[in-house]
T-cell receptor, first 115, second 111 residues
Framework: EAGVAQSPRYKIIEKRQSVAFWCNPISGHATLYWYQQILGQGPKLLIQFQNNGVVDDSQLPKDRFSAERLKGVDSTLKIQPAKLEDSAVYLC?????????????FGPGTRLTVL | DQQVKQNSPSLSVQEGRISILNCDYTNSMFDYFLWYKKYPAEGPTFLISISSIKDKNEDGRFTVFLNKSAKHLSLHIVPSQPGDSAVYFCAASGEGNMLTFGGGTRLMVKP
């Protein structure tokens, strides 16, 4: 079974630029998550999708962050415009169901550096 | 407001000995708890979980203990191996199914 795929693995941009991350979850996993992990901290959930609908986006900074999951499969997370404090690893995860019994499966992440 | 806390940022243990990683939470609505392991440049990997109806769950060398009255859980690794060296995150979820993670503990197992 292929794991969660993410691209790019690394991205360096200047503040006020835009950036987009892509995620392809494990086949058959209905629930997809985007997390932000700042250095030295645990992952923080940004948004959770169930199929192509948003379950929870309460911690997503909607003035600059947006995410979509068209057709209920892969997903993109966009930041526009980026700020210095957005430097972090952005993790995508998926699970078979909302309850994530047995855990969520994480991709390798995209490390974003904003200069 | 950190609802899940791992107060020890790092832990060093000799190979073959027991590693005990601790986690405290404040939200009494949490009813499902998980431990993840993370190597550098990789995403976290699910390790073991426990439901609030249990106080212990065991899987090979890994055992998770839950003390609901103290809002405390711990992960025991016996015996510890050098390959266990990683960052360990505890996470908790409640009715809303969101996972809230602690800040992580870096475990170093010395040969």
């Amino acid at each position: 079974e292929a794991g969660v795929a993410q691209s790019p693995r690394y991205k360096i941009i200047e503040k006020r630029q835009s950036v987009a991350f892509w995620c392809n979850p494990i086949s058959g996993h209905a629930t997809l998550y985007w997390y932000q992990q700042i250095l030295g901290q645990g992952p923080k959930l940004l948004i959770q999708f169930q199929n192509n609908g948003v379950v929870d986006d309460s911690q997503l900074p909607k003035d600059r962050f947006s995410a979509e999951r068209l057709k209920g499969v892969d997903s993109t997370l966009k930041i526009q415009p980026a700020k210095l404090e957005d430097s972090a690893v952005y993790l995508c995860a998926s699970s078979r169901d909302k309850r994530a019994i047995g855990g969520q499966f994480f991709g390798p992440g995209t490390r974003l550096t904003v200069l | 407001d950190q609802q899940v806390k791992q107060n020890s940022p790092s832990l060093s243990v000799q190979e073959g000995r027991i590693s005990i990683l601790n986690c405290d939470y404040t939200n009494s609505m949490f009813d499902y708890f998980l431990w993840y392991k993370k190597y550098p440049a990789e995403g976290p990997t699910f390790l073991i979980s426990i439901s609030s109806i249990k106080d212990k769950n065991e899987d090979g060398r890994f055992t998770v203990f839950l003390n609901k009255s103290a809002k405390h859980l711990s992960l025991h690794i016996v015996p510890s191996q050098p390959g266990d060296s990683a960052v360990y995150f505890c996470a908790a979820s409640g009715e809303g199914n969101m996972l809230t993670f602690g800040g992580g503990t870096r475990l170093m197992v010395k040969p």
